[in-house]
Each structure stands twice: as C-alpha cells, then as structure tokens.
C-alpha cells in the first residue's frame, strides 16, 4: 500500500482555510428566502389623504367597481379572460348551486368553471376581510412638492393618523412611507419628514406598527441607503426604540443607478449599505423606462427594458433575504362617462374600458406571477378585485399538482432522514412549501384545503421545510 507523508490539504491548510471563510461571508449574505410572509401588493397613495379607515375606504369602493363592472363570476371571469373563460357554461345559477352543493365535483367536472366562481367568492371575500394588505404613505411622487410648512403638518397629522389606526386596529397588516430621495434639495427635507413622521408615530402610539417600513426612492448611489441608517440609528437612540427597529426597502428606477462606475452590478452594494435592514426591493416601471430613454407611449410594465431590470434584479438579489416587487398598471380601471342618466351607450363604453383596463392588468400581474415577481403596486381601489383574482387563479390552477409533488416530496425525505441519508434538496421542498405559504397567506387557499399536501397546521405554521423534517424525524414519523 502506497502511504503519503503529507496531503494536499495540509500542504494547502491556508487556502482552503481562505475558502471556508470565503463561502462563510458568501452564505451570511445569501441565507435564503425570508419564511415570513410578502404582501401580494403595496398601495400607493399621497400621505395628505391618509386616514385611520383609508383601508376600509378602499375596499368598500373596490366592492363597488366589482359590483358594477363586474356583478357576476361569469362577467368578471370574461373581463380578466381568466382560463377558459370564454367557454363558460351558460346556465350560471346551476352551476353556482353545484359549486355550493359540491365543490369537488364541480372542481373535477368542469375546473373553468369551479376556478371562475371559485376565484370570485374569495376575491369577494377578501374585499370584505382585508382589502389592502400593504399601505405606503407617500412624500414623494403622491405628494409632490410643497412648502415646508406644509409638508410638516402633513407628516404630523398622517403620523397621527396611522397611530390611531394602530390603536383602533383598522390599519393594513403592513404599512409605511416613502419619503423623498436623499439627494440635493430633497435631502434635509426628506430627513425631516422622516424625522417629525417616526417621532410623532412613537409618541402617540408608544411603538410603530408591526412590519413599518421606510421606503427610499431614486437610489443612485449606496452612500444614500447607508444614509439612511443612520438617520435610523438616530431616531431609535432618541426615540428609544430597540436598535434594528427600522427597516427599509429600495426602489430600483434608476438606469443609471444599475452599475457603478466601474460597471459592477449596484444592486448587491446596496443590501450591504442597509446593514440588515432591507427587507424589499422594488421596481418602479414608469421612471425607470424614462431614465432609459423609452418615449411615454411606450413605459409600459412589459416593455423589454423592464425585463432587463427585473432579471438584474433577481440576480442581484438573489437568495438575500430581500423580497422583490414589480411595478404597477397606470392605465386605471375607471368609467369614460359620469352621472346617474347615463345612455346605453355610454354604459357599454364604461364596461368596455374598466373591463379593458382590468384585463391588462390582470396580464401584467400574471406575467409578473410567472416570473417569481409576487408582489406589486396598485394605484385605484378599482384595481384590488384583479389584484387577488390574479394572484388566486394563480396559485388555484396549479394548486392540486403542487400539493400532489408536495405530499410525495415530505414523505421521500422525511423518510431519508428516518433512516439516516443525507437529503440535500430542501431547498426544492422549501421553495414548494412557500408556493402553499403565499396562496394561503393572501386568501386564496384555507387551512382546510391545505391538508392535501399531507401537512398539519402546526407543520404549515413553522414555514420551515428543514423543521418539518426535524420534527418529523424526531416523532419517528
């Protein structure tokens, strides 16, 4: 038998000791994406009309454009052109009676048809429960420039506001807002409002509210987002808040502000600027496309420049822990004519172009969905029924294939690990995982029909593949 006095690993000791710290830095700055749950949107909307109920508003007047534009599941199913929709039976009252009677069987049946009712229902039911998911009061492009006497009151009474709201309960289960670039004259006027915002939020209500969240917009270099935490550091020293409290998002809307100067990829720079603290990225389609150059008949969200954007942003950001959210729809859902003495005419033209607009939107959304962009802006109340319509037929179409893999994937490697195998492809069961997470997170599935995936509530609860097969392997499940 040949013998070695020395290896190549003691004669390389200090490289490869380089190496796993090296892959160290690498895996503390990818861990993965976050178990917590991402808004399917984030509504926009100036901070001077801000109210404690803006999200029961909201949703009250998104119920009317359903009802108006969209009365039926048939009617709204056509409008976004959901799948299938064209060939929906005509005989609409029997079906929703079966839908009632027996779900599955109409599931099974006739899918077109239980998706279209099915994906109605919940929508319907989501406008009622919780209409808006996230809510970002805006100082900057909503807002607009305004004396600084009055953008002060502006962020004193919006803080008021929201800590009533946090108070009474009514308030999105995230909320936040987008002060102006930290960049020449808006500089100190964005620190102020964040300043007399944060301030007045702590002193009312004792705390901000849960997942608060500071979005800064027209990023062109990291020194702006390492700025901006140390006005965090600051505000929690003064306001005694526990270090970390404050979190931020970015905004991605700059052309220029893709690259460095030595044209490396900006994006990466930026999570390292925040220091921990970013905890989303987000596209912002209409600023973007102009800083590119594309004439404003032609910023749309499929534009091809937005796609170049959105890839960089998910190689950027890739297993950061940040989530990511594409851009809005700005052609909005709302009626040609007004008045209560409208012709027929004029109807139709008004059903035309809501059902128009929403039908584009869906597609946008649809598009984004497909692309791993599971969160985006909306900017009209009119525009929330799409929202979760596309979101829902999303995640409903593929949602029995899903469970199916899911089901078979815990058992394989629950049992792998029963008998002492390495199972190295939790992130593939993480990732499908996730899929059910999000569906059930935003409305479109329940706890009840999740049990295919053969997951118990508790199981579903700790939004952790590796702990599931933890605790599996330890109950010698």
Known sequence: MTT???????????????????????????????????????????????????????????????????PDPFTFARALGLPGASELADDEAAAKSRYITDPEALRRDDPETWLAIAVYDRVRGKLEDEPVEDFRLDFEDGYGNRPDDEEDATAVAAAQEVAA??????????????????????????????????????????????????????????????TLVRMFEALERRLDLEPGTLKLELMIELA????????????????????????????????????????AAHQRMDHPACDFALDLMKAGFAETGVFLSDG??????????????????????????????????????????????????????AQLPVRYAACYAFFLDGFEAAATRLRNFVDQAAKATLVGEVFDDAATGQGLLNYFLRALSCGAVSLEELAVTGLTEAELRTRSFIEILANRRDEGL
């Not at 892959?23 to 984030?42: C, I, K, L, M, W």
């Not at 012709?343 to 607009?357: F, I, K, L, P, S």
Request: net charge negative; proline share 6%.
């Open 165 to 226: 709201g946090l108070a009474a309960g009514t308030l999105p289960p995230f909320c936040g807002i987008r002060i102006k670039p930290l960049e020449g004259a808006t500089l100190i006027r964005a620190a102020r409002t964040l300043d007399l915002f944060v301030s007045t939020v702590v002193r009312e209500a004792g705390r901000l509210p849960d997942n608060f969240v500071v979005t800064l917009p027209k990023i062109s270099v990291p020194e702006q987002v390492s």
């Open 4 to 70: 070695y006095e020395s290896t190549l690993a003691d004669e390389l000791a200090d490289t490869l000791t380089a190496l796993e710290a090296a892959s160290d830095r690498f895996n503390a700055r990818h861990p993965g994406e976050p178990s917590t749950r991402q808004p399917v949107h984030v509504v926009y909307g100036g901070a001077h009309l801000f109210s404690r109920d803006s999200a029961a508003k909201l949703g009250a007047l998104a119920l009317r454009s359903l009802d108006t534009y969209g």
């Open 256 to 295: 220029h502000g893709l690259f460095d100067e030595r044209g490396q990829l900006l994006l990466p720079l930026l999570v390292d600027a925040a220091e921990g603290r970013c905890v989303g990225a987000h596209f912002g389609t209409y600023d973007f496309t102009a800083s590119y150059g594309v004439t």
């Open 328 to 381: 809005a729809t700005n052609v909005m859902p709302v009626p040609l004519h007004r008045g209560s003495d409208l012709t027929a005419e004029q109807t139709r033209e008004n059903q035309a172009a809501v059902h128009g607009a929403w039908r584009l939107s869906h597609h946008h959304i649809q598009r984004s969905l497909t692309r791993g962009y599971y969160q985006g802006w909306d900017l009209h109340p």
